[in-house]
């Protein structure tokens, strides 16, 4: 069976990843730390992971393993680099060196959400956070580093592990009322979408970028909406604006208010289909 690496493997992404490929490849489950069949490696060590990628020699390399948690970084801007740019860059060397094809996963935050229409692949990124800085600069250093990766962007990423549906989910359980901002728009995603569409690119030779979402936009208010309306939850949702959100938190990070990423790559290059994100939201509810 060919290997396949799996870093950041406890993580939403990756125990989708892993969920979905576990029957056709041997998985290298790795982690930042160590966990029943999970080995610790630190993607930021460029030692460890060279060390790794050369003893296992895996065929492919999915890196799911990132800082997400998007307002924390905007004071701990050194550890978002390190982990968010220079882990992929370790990563790439490594990919380069052995011949494993490398997958990425980037983000809508790398643009700056001041158009009005659809962000392509071929739109030009100009992030307005520290988090989007540090995944753009992961963009780079792939494509720098090493020549056989897919890069795929993706967005208000939901599966196992903490995430905008949980929260609400964990909010309908004490309170009737929530506050939630409806002039972000972006596209729901649920892991095991993103988790097939990796899938299928990496059957292909088709390196490069691409848009990796769940099809339709929504606000954050109108994911909630839904997110109670599938749950059964009678909460009201009290639609407020980014404005008032950063008033009521003025450690959050500034977000793009349109980042609706259109999929042009997927209908250039083939005919992939991501599913309807309240389609995908349903299955994950179940
Ligand atoms: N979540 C979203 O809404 C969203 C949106 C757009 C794009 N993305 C991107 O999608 C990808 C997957 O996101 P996700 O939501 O699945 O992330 P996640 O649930 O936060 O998982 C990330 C995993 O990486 C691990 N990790 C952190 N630092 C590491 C290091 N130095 N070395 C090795 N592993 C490390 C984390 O461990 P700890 O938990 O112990 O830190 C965690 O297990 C990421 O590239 C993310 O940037 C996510």
Redesign the pocket.
């Known amino acids: 069976m060919k290997k396949m690496m799996v870093?950041?493997s406890?993580?939403?992404?990756?125990r989708a990843v892993k969920k979905r490929m576990g029957a056709d490849w041997e998985l290298l489950q790795?982690?930042?730390?160590e966990a029943d069949g999970i080995r610790s490696?630190?993607?930021?060590n460029v030692d460890a992971v060279l060390d790794f990628v050369r003893t296992e020699h895996p065929e492919v390399i999915i890196n799911?393993?990132?800082?997400?948690a998007v307002d924390k970084q905007e004071q701990d801007v050194e550890n978002s680099f390190r982990?968010?740019s220079i882990?992929p860059r370790n990563l790439a060397i490594a990919a380069e060196e052995t011949g494993a094809r490398l997958v990425h996963?980037?983000?809508?935050y790398v643009f700056s959400g001041d158009k009005e229409t659809p962000y392509t692949e071929f739109d030009t990124p100009g992030p307005i956070s520290v988090y989007g800085r540090s995944?753009l600069a992961a963009e780079n250093y792939i494509r720098e580093f090493s020549r056989r990766h897919y890069i795929l962007r993706?967005?208000?990423?939901y599966?196992e592990?903490r995430?905008f549906a949980r929260t609400m989910l964990e909010l309908a359980k004490t309170r009737d009322n929530v506050s939630v901002v409806n002039d972000q728009i972006g596209n729901p995603t649920s892991?095991d979408e993103l988790a097939r569409a990796i899938e299928y690119l990496i059957a292909t030779d088709g390196y490069g970028l691409y848009h990796a979402t769940c099809e339709g936009v929504c606000s954050w208010a109108d994911f909630a909406k839904e997110v109670f309306s599938l749950a059964g939850k009678d909460v009201h949702v009290e639609a407020i604006s980014s404005e008032e959100y950063q008033r009521r938190n003025p450690a959050a990070a500034p977000r793009p208010k349109f980042s609706h990423l259109d999929k042009m790559m997927f209908r250039l290059t083939g005919d992939f289909r991501m599913a309807d994100w309240h389609d995908a939201l349903e299955r994950y509810l179940k």
Do not use: E, M, P
């Open positions: 870093t950041g406890c993580g939403q992404l990756g790795t982690d930042i730390f490696l630190d993607i930021t799911c393993a990132a800082y997400t982990i968010n882990g996963i980037s983000t809508d995944k993706t967005a208000w990423l599966g592990g995430n892991a």
